[in-house]
């Protein structure tokens, strides 16, 4: 009896070994990639678009077997954090992508919460993908954050000056938040706006918090400016401004340089929002390839619907795997990839033609710190943007 | 000026009837309700959801957003106010118990309902515009408006000149008393509780018609809805009607007379408001109410 048990015991002791260790021998490595970034409160639209984006292309990736870099095949692991728009919390989540042993993180989405993971993600050898405008992060002696997106001064003169050539817009007003992101995008504007010889007629400011927009709307109506800029407006806030303007008789044209969603204009602002001129996600309908199709269709199955944002936000996980199969020495080493980032030219998967995935940035920051994505700029009309014209950043 | 008042009016309206719900709560039973706006949040989605979606009668969606509200006021205070209030003395259970639920309710909410802003087809069209331009408002806006006006009357006739209403009052006036004269605090007080999250509801529903719902908004609403009941008189409900008119037409006058000195408005509002209750530490009309 005592030997049968024995017996029992080593079979499942062999068992359990078997079990856990022959799956470890077939599979793939794991590189984890990490999100640092709001994914709560009034912003949460940015950071989960971020998200869904990261984890749609990760199923895709692990669907198909996992990716090549070097001789090794890996999955990929997403891991979030949500900075509940705090810098705080945002180096805390930092602090914890570093304790994983990630050397990627895509994010955060503003301007405070990427200073903050800053000096974090500088001690301990961490490449960071920003939403986040302020030049400093970009330009040396930072080296580690790549902005993932068009940047309002390199978004805001090419609007302007269209505008003004083609509109004849003469005068312009600026609406933003009372917080830092929005009022340096605004002041980022008015220089723009400046510089090109229109006269500045406002540089309001609303509380973040703010619903009905007609006290905020209402001096600048009185005014009437040709433009109306909505500097750095949440996709959310920027149907319920247009709404308050055109309710209040405002006529002149209305944009930002930030990207917003055709749906959520369609909901909340109906036809008041036709005419309204924002930064289009980089692959409007006309220029995106088969496999954007492909990316949305698995984006809306996984999630439910699609953000147009997420035609920008597709891209920053693309450059950080191109660039590792580049040089897979970078898999735990930044600096690899930092040298990388200078020479790397591949096809752009996501639109159609003989575009490539190469870093910018050069006349911004004086170095290659933003990932090269077309800027488009759209109209809403009815519904859905209509592309207005396509310009590249450098 | 005539415009700056009109919108000061409308904002204050507003204002007041989300803070009427949560100076009730306050008033009946000392808790300072952090879920208050998420609940503002959960109305706005249901008139969303039965107008904006299932293209049903507005006024249908108001009632919805009302009796879920109604429903689940009622169950937060039985099953969770009530044992905690009962077992704890200290203030900070129930409002730890208020803060859990905000992120609970705002945890749910993003989870249904996606954390892009929803607005609804308009529930009347035009604009109405005297004198060209001099004052101009939507007639969504006049509704909504009027509206708030009623639903601000029939609270108060309710509180004023019925049973449970009189009931209420009495157990924020003075709990052992009432208790002493027969008042039921449980069956009251579960009352008051499923009334203030209705009244959130019904602002959230009603307003979805001029400025939708978002998932993220609920904190925010919240922290404006405190302001106005500390500038009105904690759990004094005319005090709440006074502080939201005040903090609306503040903020309509700050935001046209103001601008031309930068950026300062909010900054002129809130240091008024430190100052204000620095003299006046029980706001305008202090407590209890009666």
Known sequence: ?394 | MEQIVVNGLYLGAQYALIALGLTLIFALMNVLNFAHGQMYVLGGYMTYLVYGKLGMPFALGLAVSALTLLAVGAVVEKFLFRPVLRKSARDESSMLLAAGLAFFFDSIILLLFGQKQHGVPKIIEGVQNWGDFTVVIPNDKIVVGVCTVLMIAAFIIFMQYTKPGRAMRALAQDRTAAQLMGVSADRYGMLGFALGAMLAGLAGGLLVATTGVSSGIGGSISIKAFLMVMIGGAGVVPGAIAGGFILGMMESFGLSYLRAYGDITYLVIFASLMVFLSIRPHGLMGKPWG
């Open chain 1, 1 to 394: 009896m005592q030997n049968i048990k024995k017996l029992a015991l080593a079979f499942g002791v062999a068992s359990t070994l078997s079990l856990g260790l022959a799956p470890v021998a077939n599979a793939a490595e794991t590189l984890k990639i990490g999100f640092v970034g709001v994914t709560s409160g009034a912003k949460a639209g940015w950071g989960i678009s971020n998200v869904r984006c990261m984890q749609t292309r990760a199923k895709w990736v692990n669907d198909e077997g996992g990716i090549k870099i070097g001789d090794t095949t890996y999955n990929i692991e997403i891991v979030t954090w949500d900075t509940q728009d705090n810098t705080t919390r945002a180096k805390e989540g930092m602090e914890k992508m570093v304790q994983e042993g990630i050397h990627y993180v895509i994010g955060p989405n503003t301007d405070p919460t990427a200073a903050a993971v800053r000096p974090v993600a500088e001690r301990d050898g961490v490449m960071y993908f920003p939403y986040a405008f302020p030049k400093e992060l970009y330009t040396k002696p930072a080296s580690n954050a790549v902005l993932g997106m068009i940047a309002n001064y390199q978004s805001g003169p090419a609007i302007y000056k269209y505008l003004k050539e083609n509109k004849g817009v003469k005068s312009i007003a600026f609406l933003a938040a009372n917080e830092s992101d929005a009022l340096s995008q605004r002041e980022g504007g008015i220089q723009a706006a400046k510089a090109l010889g229109l006269k500045v007629l406002a540089q309001d400011a609303y509380q973040s918090d703010t619903r009905d927009f007609a006290p905020a709307v209402t001096p600048i109506v009185k005014l009437k400016p040709d433009l109306l800029v909505l500097s750095g407006v949440a996709g959310g806030t920027a149907p319920l401004i247009i709404r308050a303007a055109r309710e209040l008789g405002y006529t002149g044209l209305m944009s930002a340089e930030t990207a917003q969603d055709a749906m959520q204009l369609k909901d909340g602002a109906g036809d008041l929002a036709n005419g309204f001129i924002s930064v289009g996600g980089a692959s409007t309908p006309e220029i995106r390839s088969a496999m954007m199709e492909e990316f949305i269709r698995r984006y809306t199955e996984d999630h439910g619907q699609y953000d147009d944002e997420s035609n920008t936000k597709v891209y920053a996980m693309e450059y950080i795997l191109e660039t590792l199969k580049a040089n897979p020495k970078a898999i735990n080493d930044v600096e690899e990839f930092k040298k990388t980032m200078d020479t790397l030219s591949v096809p752009n998967p996501y639109m159609k033609g003989d575009r490539k995935l190469e870093y910018v940035g050069l006349t911004s920051f004086g170095q290659k710190r933003q990932v090269g994505i077309p800027m488009v700029v759209t109209e809403y009309q009815d519904g859905e943007f209509q592309t207005l014209f396509v310009t590249n950043v450098d």
